[in-house]
């Protein structure tokens, strides 16, 4: 395993481009019209420079803020903890937004307290062997997340059991297949196909869950114990893959394709993509890992090599690769 840190992932990353500078926003202009991004529908406040911005958002936030207006700030780098750099009407976001988000978002999918106590049961013993198809290692990560798991939510389940189903939300998705909740595509270009030939991967996280899940998206950086570091584009709590790369210049995307209703649990995908993700380094790794897993819906393994500019599309077929 390399020994790297957050300075060695930046290294890296700055060394994509060859350019030590490039002015303008001609290329975040590119991503925004590709992305079909929209206007916010409130006024923005960019604040740039070179010192002065944390007091100048500060200042600008407690105006605001005294005339009336709910003020929403984003700021980097944070001083303790990343919460920090999200802060709403003066507070910062807490670990129990998103899981607040995904509760509501659930009620508006089905309004009937009785069905909704109904599908408790059953997604519980649909899941009930979940843990049997889990790493050790991943039950004991998210077994340290669900520590400090919102108790308000403990009429879902308890903790640890309600994290590690979080876990399996991807997967149980595609027993709702017509709300086409989990419907994410990939693409892959290079050498003449690119400005600079380079292998480009772009992703399009079409996850219709609310806009909640847009605004608390987190980049994580992982530094395992064992196996390779990454970085992966999450949310708090999961410690699942579902888009990542690794220092070795291996990517992956998790992308659904149509099930038929699984009747068992299985390996939820992101955590057979955590686990190639974490321990792959080439594409023959990659490939023979996934081959390793049994999952329980059908799914799109897109992942990319860089340093050779090679894409490798694993199908899992209800389970079977």
Known sequence: MRSRSLPDWLAW???LNPAEIELGLDRVRLVAQQLDFSPPAGAVFVVAGTNGKGS????????????????????????VRYNERIRVNGEDATDADLENAFVNMIKDLIPSEWYLGFLRYVIAWFNKDLDDYIPLENQLEIYGVSNYADPNFSFIGKNYQRILNYHAAHDIGHAMQNLNLVACTSFGVWDEFSSDSSLLIGRNFDFHAGEEFADNKIIAFYSPRDGYEFAMITWGGMTGVVSGMNMEGLSI??????SEIPFGARTPVSIVARNILQYAANIEEAYDLAKGFEIFVSETFFIGFFSVKALLVIVFFDGSS
Do not use: D, W
Request: aromatic content about 4%; glycine content about 6%.
């Open 13 to 15: 990353q700055e060394s």
């Open 253 to 258: 995307t998790l992308n659904a394709a149509k």
């Open 56 to 79: 100048c958002s500060a200042i600008l936030e407690a105006i605001l803020r005294a005339s009336g207006s709910r003020v929403g700030v984003y700021s980097s780098p944070h001083l």
